[in-house]
């Protein structure tokens, strides 16, 4: 296996940051923090910044640097159009191809969602957000299908923002762990219809729940 270039190492370092919630959207990239961070030069950090603003992580502002990509609501709504249509046919997909030690995770992945919600530790909205990020990147993943995988973890980091406040919406964490329960119970059941439907539901809620948020707030 070849070894990493230093700006993928960096790349890989960024991603981190954001899946782990250490950068915010809106965030302002600090060259010098990457490079100490990092142990690399200037060069490979620029490198890495450049491919992040070509895949739309990060955003580059004349004269005030590159910042994490911070969708407006309009643009969270086009990307959701989009996502939701991806982890549907990933869920499809799963059903007809996930292997037996991909199903055990994928249960794993669900029975600590809901032991989240059983323990009545609701304000650790973090924590449960980690928790859904895994369960859905275990579904991707068993559609073994290595594009689509990247497209779905790509669009999950630009919406980042809308989902880690969504969870401090009444019922959302409750909604969520049956939601994830019922999408995994079709992937187990081999049911690729069910499974599109069931997740392709699961990201209506996703949309009602941020838009009943956003109109709170107005």
């Not at 579904?139 to 497209?151: E, R, V």
């Not at 880690?164 to 329960?181: C, D, N």
């Amino acid at each position: 296996m070849a070894k990493p270039t230093q700006a993928a190492s960096v790349s890989d370092t960024i991603i981190t940051w954001i899946d782990d919630g250490r950068i915010l959207p809106g965030y302002l990239v600090d060259e010098k923090h990457l490079m100490e961070s990092c142990g690399v030069s200037r060069t490979p950090v620029r490198e890495a910044l450049i491919q992040l603003e070509a895949d739309g992580l990060l955003v580059r502002h004349p004269r005030k640097g590159m910042h994490l990509f911070q969708p407006s609501v309009e643009e969270f709504l086009a990307i959701l159009e989009v996502h939701a249509n991806l982890e549907a046919h990933a869920a499809e997909l799963a059903a007809l191809r996930i292997s037996p030690a991909q199903l055990t995770f994928l249960q794993s992945s669900v029975d600590a969602c809901s032991e989240c919600f059983a323990s009545g530790n609701l304000e650790d909205h973090a924590h449960y957000y980690s928790l859904n990020l895994r369960l859905h990147a275990a579904i991707a993943d068993a559609s073994a299908n290595p594009f689509l995988i990247d497209l779905i973890k790509l669009n999950a980091r630009k919406l980042m923002a809308y989902y880690r406040l969504r969870y401090r919406t009444p019922g959302a964490i409750e909604q969520s762990v049956k939601e994830h329960v019922a999408i995994a119970e079709f992937i187990a059941d081999r049911d690729p219809d069910g499974a599109r439907a069931a997740m392709a539901a699961h990201f209506n809620y996703d949309r009602e729940t941020v838009m009943h948020m956003l109109a709170s707030v107005r």
